[in-house]
């Protein structure tokens, strides 16, 4: 599994990138992006306050 997500969602918060504990999170143009360094743990997705992310 690996997240995703959702741009039309995601308000840039970066409460995804802060709890993410291999870094594979950034904030590009306001938006979350997700790196290959993802390990599919599932904290970012219980983060988001707008709930623009999920597990695929």
Do not use: H, N, W, Y
Not at 10 to 28: H, Y
């Amino acid at each position: 599994m690996r997240a995703v997500v959702d741009e039309e969602k995601c308000v840039g918060c970066g409460a995804c990138v802060d709890v993410c504990p291999v870094s594979a999170i950034e904030l590009k143009e306001d938006k979350a992006v997700i790196g290959e360094a993802c390990i599919g743990c599932g904290a970012c997705e219980g983060e988001c306050p707008v709930s623009a992310i999920s597990m695929e």
